[in-house]
């Protein structure tokens, strides 16, 4: 899966999925408040 990939690229890699999952778990307690009130 990752040939080929340097090891910088997969490092930005998981960062970049590091933030995503900051951003979603961030953003679910958000929604759930929404629904609820």
């Not at 040939?3 to 933030?19: A, F, I, S, V």
Request: hydrophobic fraction near 40%; proline fraction near 3%.
């Amino acid at each position: 899966m990752f040939k080929g990939m340097k090891k910088e690229d997969l490092n930005q890699l998981g960062l970049m999925l590091k933030k995503t999952e900051a951003n979603i778990r961030m953003s679910i307690p958000q929604k759930c408040w929404k629904i609820w009130r």
